[in-house]
């Protein structure tokens, strides 16, 4: 046969898991979506319908709950790399040679209550009662390949809007251009990022504070985005990508996904009223979609286009 | 001809509005999504193919963008309620019998970035920099025909756990029930309420605070989740319900939608490990339904079972 | 108390249930949703706390599943019936006073492959082999209450389109109003619709063949759609509906829910092209949204307004 | 500065375009959502806010529909040829040094109704009404980089379902394996396929039937999936990507995306009943996901896992 198996994987998908400590009367949950995807030596079960090398899917699910109870889930990456590790190291005959890992996770909040105790009026927290927040999805892959540990982080859905502080102008003119400049226009966007860690897996090496680092890079993201007197969505996305490489040694790399939620100005004149930048129309479709990588010098950037 | 035309109504759906108030360098902004359903003398319109009564979809979508400069939007139940009184007041040969008005409220809270003009570490809101609160929608609905305003607030996607104090046992066993008795279980929902104001728009009557009220029901409903020990779904839904009349006397009905978000416990004991009320799988489909009102005695519930 | 509980009922919602006849080498199959909601006397497990009357919506589910095996599925209607009267005849006590049974049936087609047998090119159909029709889902809704069973089934997601034959002038001018005059437009729309059948489950009466009446109100629905000269939405909504009343003596009435899915003409004149009705813009929000009931003379309308 | 802008792209983004032929009663319509990605020169408008070298998303989409009248849409796949070489050979100054076009295709059948004019029962397609075909959506990728065309086709959410032939077993069996041998299994999965065309756009080369291949692409693979006795979806998967390459000449490389929508089999043992594979729970999540490349022997395969 002249077709040859080219690249292949396979695992469980979307294992929804949610872990609790109950060490003390003040609870802790993760709440994770946790996707598995094994590469090795699986031409058999492709060609000649012998599963002899085949790791179940239903397995690899089996090991994130398992994993959750033995070895706890103090961060999404943390959880990843020895998910990752253990498939690849302790499958029999050395089968899987690359493992990845893909969580999602989502935040929760304590409900707080009077605090009926105190003299004064304050709030306590419940300490087994929580609400979703609803805001973004951190999220994070792990790659081992059985010598380095890959660790990509990020979130998604975090919707920001500048009310102004925006232009847009100067740009080439076409035969199809029609589009106005703009001197002082809202500015939208849903980031989705991803930054890649200098982390390597190497033996000697500590793992980062991933939970205190992703509370940075969102800061600064967010400090970028919300100071950046911006003359197109480009420039503040690489003001975002740039304010991160500058403030967390840790990462090499940063891509952001740029949705330009787009708010037009409702046209009020045939009311005899005037719209002084004061009343939008936000729409959903079409969206300009802006993409950008921003690295160190000397690194490879590895984060894929998508 | 035997056949006779019902309920009908027609408007403009999901008016995806943002207002922006630029008064000082901190601004304000309203983000809704108004939609508008008329009913009246439209027989002519589905029967002959006389547009003469009808008041196309597009002027009563026109009108919303209009009302937000002319009246501005001091809250989705206040701008709701012009404009139910606007269709059917002011519409011409009185065609519109009356008017309802639903509106989708997004939140927005402001980015702060830290406070450099500070001797000590603080932070500072940007005056026009927002980051989406991606938690619950507000959700309104006003009724005006003619004679009465009718409104109907309330929420959306309001996702809570309780990690204990949730039981279930007692219950019928017939020849289908499998279900094992839980002295300890997850309780976690998304949280749908509707909840009908007393107000009725007679002209010697104020309307309530309804930024202020909407922040309190919620509130209560959420301390009345967390402070309930629970042996059912519904007995948390109640106490919801009766927490919000007890304390908000500006509400005479609440009605809730509580989806069982099911969390079950994941058997580890293949894997010689005991799962202590640590490790649950959360399930997307099936999940239990639980709906009920709580309304004041005297008061005729009108909240509708969708 | 001065407070009352009102209107509640509960039940396991959304069993994704796939039931396989392989009683020959040409399998059937249903793929059905079915929702169970119950009311009854259910004030205990709401105000005390006492489940001693909660037939548990776990047990509603297993119900479902069982009831496939030992009654089968001919049609979703039947299927409902059956489950409706056995929630409310057979649980003890009688504390299920009536049930109502929702259920989305999803369509699959057969896989068919070149039928190598015959002389001629033909195909022939693999027993065993679907593929999903992703076009409209079918829905029915029964309730029983001890006494009379009421059938409202449907559609939804049905999307069509009239490229031609569709006007909209001659409407109110008022001063929001800025819609200009169409005389030829797109039409197109996502159909909801639902329907009552006069059945009434009487012991002596039969029930409708309900696969035959769903195919042929679907039918009459597109060709009423597909021949009416439409001068609004409305009146298009009037004509599927009285089609379907004017052919199908088992129904009594029909509720249409009809969005306006804008196609708005793209102006090209600043490329000097003329738009000759060619070249489309497919909008997402806003949109008209037009529902409407049409009904036998001396039927009560009871299909209620979502 | 330290830091390196990398790869980076913009365009508008889901631009929804209706085309619609009238040159006899019997229009014809073509429903895309295109995509426009452009890389190149674009350093500036990321660092010094200078948009010289930007051409606006807003151009992009214009552009779009444009074309759509002066060029026509006869295939996805030669209106985004079309365009994306515009944008790379037309934009001033050579700018654009690669263009990305991504293509959805939504597929309407037409309304039939009873042909009155024939002397036997018949049916006539209305010449202006359609019904969307609600199944598989139809895609493509066209990229441009001023020298070669490359053209990656595909389809996603084409849902398929084996009632039997399918088995699983003999696989690795270690510490966290519970799942039992299946020897008769529901096999059924949504299939997202993407393959590589060996057209490469040079002057001589003509361009494929590119709709012809589509449908044949699609058979094959329905075809393989209905005809293959599976002890794996890796084996399925297998079976549909060689297929194709065996039967269709123009295809270089074909990648399957195939989640196993799982179907377990309920234990109904609890009520006395047997479940002989007939009453199955369709589970959402988690579900198994099998990703694979088949391509011809010698070629580089450039589909990217996603």
């Not at 294992?15 to 709440?31: A, F």
């Not at 996770?105 to 087994?128: A, M, Q």
């Not at 100005?265 to 479709?285: C, G, H, T």
């Not at 969206?287 to 690295?295: A, K, N, S």
């Amino acid at each position: 046969m002249a077709h040859v198996l080219g690249q292949n994987q396979y695992g469980k998908a979307e294992n929804r898991i949610v872990r609790v400590y109950r060490d003390s009367t003040r609870h802790e949950i993760k709440d994770l979506n946790v996707s598995v995807a094994l590469q090795g030596e699986f031409e058999d079960v492709h060609l000649t319908g012998s599963n002899a090398n085949c790791l179940p899917t239903d397995t690899t699910k089996n090991t994130v709950f398992a994993f959750a109870k033995e070895h706890g889930i103090e961060s999404a990456e943390a959880f990843g790399i020895t998910l990752a590790r253990h498939f690849v190291d302790n499958t029999e005959r050395g089968v899987v040679h690359s493992a990845r890992i893909r969580i999602e996770e989502y935040t929760w909040n304590r409900i707080k209550t009077p605090d009926n105790t105190s003299r004064f009026i304050g709030s306590e927290e419940v300490g087994h009662s929580f609400v979703r927040d609803g805001g973004e999805t951190r999220t994070t892959e792990i790659v081992y390949d059985g010598e380095t540990v890959q660790v990509i982080s990020g979130l998604k859905d975090l919707v920001v809007m500048n009310t102004t502080n925006s232009e847009f102008w100067g740009y080439i003119k076409d035969k199809y251009t029609t589009l106005q400049e703009a001197y002082d226009r809202i500015l939208a966007t849903q980031v989705t990022a991803r930054w890649k860690y200098s982390y390597s897996g190497r033996e000697d090496e500590a793992q980062p504070n991933w939970n205190r680092s992703y509370q940075h890079v969102r800061r600064h993201m967010l400090e970028a985005f919300a100071e950046t007197y911006s003359y197109s969505l480009q420039q503040t996305l690489h003001a975002m990508g740039t304010r991160v490489l500058n403030n967390r040694a840790e990462v090499d790399e940063v891509r952001l996904e740029l949705p330009n939620k787009h708010h037009f100005l409702v046209d009020l004149s045939p009311f005899d009223l005037k719209n002084e930048n004061e009343v939008y129309y936000a729409a959903d479709r079409m969206y300009g979609l802006i993409e950008g990588t921003v690295h160190r010098d000397g690194v490879t950037p590895v984060i894929p286009v998508v």
